[in-house]
T-cell receptor, first 116, second 114 residues
Framework: EAGVTQFPSHSVIEKGQTVTLRCDPISGHDNLYWYRRVMGKEIKFLLHFVKESKQDESGMPNNRFLAERTGGTYSTLKVQPAELEDSGVYFC??????????????FGEGSRLTVL | GNSVTQMEGPVTLSEEAFLTINCTYTATGYPSLFWYVQYPGEGLQLLLKATKADDKGSNKGFEATYRKETTSFHLEKGSVQVSDSAVYFCALLPLGTSYGKLTFGQGTILTVHP
């Protein structure tokens, strides 16, 4: 069974440009999450989808970030325009359980974003 | 708010040494507690967990005990191997949370030398 896959693994862009990160969750996992780790600090929650619906986007930093999950399968996270402080590692995770959480999430390797 | 504090790294040990990585938390009530590990080139994966006070989580020779008196969940292993080299993250899930909104610590890099 394939795990959570993320693309690209590393992206280097100039300030003001746009970047789109993609996440393919484990097949059959309705829950999809985005997290971010900035500069070796703690990993922080960004948002949570159940199928195609955003359930909690309280961690999104600002309106330069847009997450979508069309059709309830893969998800994209777009940053437009990118700023220096957006640099970090963006993790996607998925889980199957919807009626409660065991806290076990399956994470991808992360997409490293460098904004110059 | 909720928070998790881990000991500063990096931690460098020789093979077969004893490992402790400290983790303390701040949360309302009694959260569930987790250790996640990220091996080089891989995603984070759940190492162990504990859901109530005095529970001990264990896996792959690692152990951690949920101590509500000290609000701690320290990770221990009696004899580390080179293959344990990774980044370790302590995390909590607030009581009653219905989805995986975890609060993580900053991570501790462990390097084990032969």
């Amino acid at each position: 069974e394939a795990g959570v896959t993320q693309f690209p693994s590393h992206s280097v862009i100039e300030k003001g440009q746009t970047v789109t990160l993609r996440c393919d969750p484990i097949s059959g996992h309705d829950n999809l999450y985005w997290y971010r780790r900035v500069m070796g600090k703690e990993i922080k929650f960004l948002l949570h989808f159940v199928k195609e619906s955003k359930q909690d986007e309280s961690g999104m930093p600002n309106n330069r970030f847009l997450a979508e999950r069309t059709g309830g399968t893969y998800s994209t996270l777009k940053v437009q325009p990118a700023e220096l402080e957006d640099s970090g590692v963006y993790f996607c995770a998925s889980s199957i359980r919807t009626g409660g959480s065991t806290g076990e999430l399956f994470f991808g390797e992360g997409s490293r974003l460098t904004v110059l | 708010g909720n928070s998790v504090t881990q000991m500063e790294g990096p931690v460098t040990l020789s093979e077969e040494a004893f490992l402790t990585i400290n983790c303390t938390y701040t949360a309302t009530g009694y959260p569930s507690l987790f250790w996640y590990v990220q091996y080089p080139g891989e995603g984070l994966q759940l190492l162990l967990k504990a859901t109530k006070a005095d529970d001990k989580g264990s896996n792959k020779g690692f152990e951690a005990t949920y101590r509500k008196e000290t609000t701690s969940f320290h990770l221990e292993k009696g004899s580390v191997q080179v293959s344990d080299s990774a980044v370790y993250f302590c995390a909590l899930l607030p009581l009653g949370t219905s989805y995986g909104k975890l609060t993580f610590g900053q991570g501790t890099i462990l390097t084990v030398h032969p």
